[in-house]
Structure formats: structure tokens, C-alpha cells
């Protein structure tokens, strides 16, 4: 294993032990190869310090100081001093305090602390744009100490960067108010502002006293933007402040603070009002959004969200970041108990996430059915015309059950969207939390009332037997009368008869069918991936096994092998409906991990508590069913 040293460490515990932040830094190479001569010395980084420190320390304390970790004093070519930024930051923060307890005391600069600050240390800002962005910035990157500079000639201050975030606000309304106590210039400000508002007497005396009694009332009401008053009032008040201590002539240290502390004032409220004013206006892009939401065609991709724009052409994003969209949608699309359904649904066709109202989801629904039921009914007659023609029929024509299973094909085949939308199982649980709490019932009702889904042919109101009556009166006249339609499937089965011809005997390599090809090659990938699935010492079965037990936990054997049961068929489904568009190739780990997690989005299976359990279950048994 590789070994090293934290020089900054060591730099500090020489610090604290010689109590100095500049540190000679021959001395402390020598106290490092005094120390380290008890080391291992075969290890070359230990024997180094001893006989040759400079190999060791010198790099890494350019490193240090490429960061702004330390600051190093130079004589000629050689490191002289190191410096430790607590050499400047600790009289600072001392200076500080002491402004916090007597705010007479006047906001300090290098002459007036002497200090010797090394110029990439310090982060010279004016009072304009690039001081918010220090208010915004999460790092400075190391640089420790701000210098803030102020238009009128008034001179400069420096201060901990960590300060400006934390205190500076509260520092400079401690300077206002000490103002506003000495003399008569309380009452002088007040009657300039009274005339500012002559409406608002009340609101004004108010806020004087309110500075003077309880002047961190005022931090929360600019901090929160609590009345509309404050920033009006907070601009009056310095700008009079202003020109009271300009109009005196020559200005005191005392009068230089207070200036300093208006401008700063100034800044802060300016940040505050327009950090709410982002804020009331990203609320209200995302109010609009909802409401972009609940149009047609209610379901939308993330794109489609992106590019959403208000009544006056505007695009919503730039109101709200892309970050701070996705959160919101995070937000809306979880649920906020185990008994009710988010306020934004999730649908995944091919991939891609629709995102729809919760409100909106049955409308959705009916209108993707109104949309392709012509279509649906059209296609249908279309195809039994042609097998009818050939006297044939197919199970859909016999039976409801068989007729559904059509209808599913269908569907899936020409609109996914209705496909997924009705497989997700929401439609029934959105119906129950919009209509069924109040036991209203409604058209909706025998579609997807009592918590149950109506069969597809109910859904898409195609009844089997008038579509055979309706392909039938396409037919020609002689295949609905018994007689002559026995007769002419008669004479077409004959016709199709025709004499043997003798065939020359040939070999020819089997060709296998594309279907068994395809099959083989998911049965092929399928057992690779067993390994990486089921544990050694386990078949896939006895794994499945292991696994029912742990999210199963139904007493009942009969309501156990049920629930089983009825997972296994919901798995089918899934599987063979997405399959139909999955090359062999695409068939990876994470491609079924992504489909199992996409099945435990179906409102039924997240009533399942051991979701773990289940998830590897899954994906299991999609295996399972490739191999065959």
C-alpha cells in the first residue's frame, strides 16, 4: 500500500504546538526529520525527510499553495515562510465579534489591523452583480478573505468570506440603528420618509421603532420578503441616510461605517427582492404548467414539458431550471400515502415516460379509444371479409375470451400508448380515488367502476356478433344462404386439389424459421445470464422457490398459489408484449433489470411490502420463460 503524509496536518499541529500561523519553514523541515527518524526508514518517503526533506515537502506544499490551503514566502529561489490563512482570518474574526458587542466600532481594512494579506487570499468584489454572486456561490474555491469596495470614494473593508453569507446583513442594521440613536437623527430620518409616504404614517413610525427595539425583525422581513412595504421603506431610509452624513462635510470614521453599511443594506435588500421575485415567478410557471398539463392530449414526454410556454408565447423553462423541474415532477409523481395514487401518473411506452394527471388519466384513456376504435373496427371487418371469403374462421369469431386476446394484438399493434395505459392497471384505482370515495357512479362506472377493468370489447363497445353480421353483408349473397355455401366451399376445395407431380430427389439443408431462430437466441442469452442471476448451488426453480417465500407471505395456500399465479400471468404479458419490438442482442443485465422495475410500477404489485424480493423474482422468472 502506497504511503504518504498530510503536510497540511502537520503543518497545523506545528502551528497550534509553537502558537504562530507564519512558519519558518527550515525550521519545520527540520522538526519533520527529527520526528520521522523513528519511522520505518525502508519505507523511501520516511528516509527522504530524514536526509533529504526538501524532496518531500517542497512539492506538496506548492500543491498546498496552488490551492490557497497555505500561502508561501519566498527569499530569492527558497521557501522562507509558510503562512496558514488563521494568520489573517483569526484577527478578522476577532475584529468582528468585537463590532458585534460596540457597533460604533468602524468595519476594518488591512492598515487599520495591519496585516500582510497575500493577494490570492483576497477576493476583491464591488457593491454590484458580482457581489450576489458571492451570496450565490457555494465555494469561493479556498479564497478565504473578501475586500468590498464602495462607490463615493468611500474606502474599502475586508472581511471573512464565510461572514458575508452569515452576518454582514446583521452587522450593517447594527450600524443603522446606532446610528439612528445618537442625536436627533431618528426624528430628522423619520420626517424625510413621512414625507416618501404620506399614506403609510403608521407603517413608517413602525418600522423606525421596529429597527431600534427589535432590529432582527427586519433581517427576517427582508430575508423573507414578508411585506411589500420593506424594500420601498429600506431604500428611503438609506438613500435619506446618505445624504444626511454627505451634506456634514468632512465624515468620521464613525460616518464612513454607516455609509458602508447603507450601501451593503442596499445590496442585500436589492438580492432579497429579487431572489422572491424569481421565486414568485418560478411558482407561478409551475402553476401554469399544471395547468399545460390537464389539456390534450394530457400525456406528455419530459421534452414536450421543457418546451411548454405561457399565454404570451414565453417558455416556461428559464422561470424554473431543468433541475428544479425534474424535482417538481419527482415530487408530483410520488405518492403521499400508501392510499392514494400520485398526483401525476408515469407510463413507459418503448422507453420513453409519459407523464399525465392523476384527474386526467381516465379522460386520456376514453379519448385514445374514441381515436382508434373506426380503426380498430375497420381493420377487423377487413381481415374476417378475407378469411370469411375463404370459408375459414379463426377462435377470435367463436368466443368473448378468444375475441379479447384479438382486441389486445390489436391495440398493441396499432396504438402502445392505449396498450400500456390500460395494462398499467391505473384506471380502475383512478376511478375509485376521483369518484368512488363519494360513491358517485357515472358513464365511467361499468368501465372501470368496483375497482375492475371491463373486458376490451366492452372497453372498445365492439360487440363479436355484430361484427360478424357486418362482414357477412359484405360477402357475396351465396355465402350466407347454407345450401349454396356448401356447395362453392365444395368446389373450392376441389379446385385447390391438384395431381401429384413427381418430385426429383434432392437434399436440401434444413432451413430453420426466423421465429425458432430468434427464440434460440434469447434461450442462448438467457442461460449466460442465469449465471450473473441465480446463486450457485441452486436451480432456477429452487431459486424461484426461495424467493416466493420471501415476498409471498399469504397464510392461505389456495390465496398463496393464487397470488403466485397471478403474477406469473402479469409477467407473461409483459413479456411477450415486449418482445415483439426487443432484438436478442438488447437482452442484458440491466435491460432486465429495467423491465422488472418497470413491471413494479403496476399499482397492483406495489402492495407488495418485500418489493426486493419480488424485483429479483421477476426478473427470474423472465429467464425462466426465454429458456423454454
Avoid at 478565504?144 to 473593508?157: L, V
Avoid at 442625536?183 to 418600522?207: C, E, W
Wanted: proline share 6%.
Amino acid at each position: 500500500m502506497a504511503t504518504d503524509i498530510d503536510v497540511l496536518q502537520l503543518l497545523k499541529s506545528y502551528a497550534q504546538k509553537n502558537r504562530t500561523y507564519d512558519i519558518g519553514y527550515r525550521n519545520f523541515a527540520i522538526t519533520l526529520s527529527k520526528q520521522f527518524r523513528a519511522a520505518d526508514q525502508t519505507i523511501p518517503l520516511y528516509r527522504d525527510l530524514v536526509l533529504n526533506p526538501d524532496v518531500v515537502l517542497v512539492p506538496r506544499l506548492m500543491k498546498l499553495a496552488q490551492k490557497r490551503e497555505v500561502a508561501l514566502i519566498l527569499a530569492g529561489n527558497e521557501i522562507d515562510t509558510i503562512r496558514l490563512p488563521e494568520s489573517c482570518i483569526n484577527p478578522l474574526i476577532a475584529e468582528y465579534a468585537r463590532i458585534e458587542e460596540f457597533p460604533e466600532v468602524p468595519f476594518p481594512d488591512e492598515e487599520m489591523l495591519k496585516l500582510s494579506i497575500p493577494p490570492e487570499w483576497i477576493l476583491s468584489i464591488g457593491i454590484d452583480d458580482e457581489f450576489k454572486r458571492v451570496l450565490d456561490a457555494e465555494d469561493t474555491n479556498n479564497i478565504p478573505i473578501c475586500r468590498i469596495s464602495f462607490p463615493e470614494g468611500i474606502k474599502s473593508m475586508i472581511i471573512p468570506v464565510e461572514t458575508i453569507k452569515n452576518k454582514l446583513l446583521e452587522f450593517a442594521i447594527l450600524k443603522i440603528r446606532h446610528y439612528l440613536r445618537k442625536g436627533a437623527n431618528k426624528d430628522y430620518i423619520q420626517q424625510r420618509l413621512l414625507g416618501a409616504f404620506p399614506t403609510k404614517d403608521m407603517l413608517v413610525r413602525d418600522s423606525m421603532t421596529g429597527i431600534l427595539i427589535k432590529p432582527y425583525d427586519l433581517i427576517s422581513e427582508i430575508q423573507n420578503a414578508k411585506s411589500d412595504f420593506t424594500f420601498p421603506f429600506v431604500a428611503y431610509l438609506n438613500n435619506s441616510i446618505r445624504k444626511d452624513i454627505m451634506n456634514k462635510g468632512e465624515q468620521t470614521p464613525d460616518d464612513v461605517a454607516v455609509l458602508q453599511a447603507t450601501y451593503i443594506l442596499d445590496l442585500f435588500t436589492n438580492y432579497h427582492k429579487s431572489k422572491a421575485q424569481r421565486s414568485f415567478d418560478r411558482d407561478n410557471a409551475f402553476k401554469t404548467l399544471e395547468q399545460l398539463l390537464g389539456k390534450a392530449p394530457y400525456a406528455y414526454t419530459i421534452e414536450d414539458i421543457c418546451d411548454f410556454r405561457d399565454s404570451q408565447g414565453r417558455p416556461l423553462l428559464g422561470k424554473y431550471t431543468r433541475e428544479e423541474l425534474e424535482d417538481w415532477l419527482k415530487e408530483k409523481t410520488r405518492a403521499k400515502d400508501e392510499n392514494h395514487l400520485p398526483q401525476i401518473l408515469i407510463l413507459t411506452i418503448k422507453g420513453q415516460q409519459l407523464f399525465i394527471k392523476l384527474e386526467f388519466f381516465l379522460p386520456y384513456i376514453v379519448n385514445l379509444i374514441n381515436n382508434i376504435r373506426p380503426g380498430v373496427r375497420s381493420k377487423i371487418i377487413q381481415e374476417w371479409q378475407s378469411i370469411m371469403y375463404q370459408f375459414e374462421k379463426i377462435p377470435a369469431m367463436l368466443s368473448d375470451e378468444d375475441f379479447n386476446k384479438y382486441l389486445s394484438y390489436k391495440i398493441d399493434e396499432i396504438n402502445p400508448a392505449l396498450s400500456q395505459a390500460l395494462a398499467s392497471g391505473f384506471a380502475p384505482l383512478v376511478y375509485q380515488e376521483i369518484y368512488g370515495s363519494r360513491g358517485e357512479k357515472n358513464n365511467l362506472y361499468p368501465l372501470f367502476g368496483n375497482l375492475k377493468q371491463a373486458p376490451l370489447n366492452v372497453l372498445l363497445h365492439l360487440d363479436r356478433q355484430h361484427l360478424l353480421t357486418d362482414v357477412k353483408i359484405l360477402l357475396p349473397i351465396w355465402y350466407t344462404i347454407p345450401l349454396l355455401s356448401w356447395f362453392y366451399k365444395l368446389i373450392k376445395k376441389i379446385s385447390k386439389r391438384k395431381p401429384q407431380k413427381e418430385q426429383t430427389k434432392r437434399q436440401e439443408q434444413p432451413v430453420a424459421r426466423p421465429e425458432n431462430n430468434r427464440a434460440l437466441e434469447f434461450s442462448q442469452i438467457a442461460g449466460k445470464l442465469e449465471k450473473d442471476i441465480v446463486p450457485q448451488n441452486y436451480t432456477i426453480d429452487q431459486y424461484l422457490m426461495l424467493l416466493i417465500d420471501k415476498w409471498n407471505t399469504l397464510i392461505n395456500p389456495e390465496a398463496k398459489r393464487n397470488l403466485v399465479e397471478d403474477i406469473n400471468s402479469l409477467v407473461r404479458d409483459y413479456l411477450r408484449k415486449t418482445l415483439r419490438s426487443m432484438k436478442p442482442s438488447s437482452l442484458t443485465l440491466e435491460r432486465v433489470d429495467s423491465m422488472a422495475n418497470n413491471l413494479l410500477r403496476v399499482p397492483a404489485l406495489m402492495q407488495i411490502k418485500n418489493h426486493g424480493a419480488l424485483r429479483e423474482y421477476i426478473k427470474t422468472y423472465f429467464l425462466k420463460l426465454l429458456k423454454r
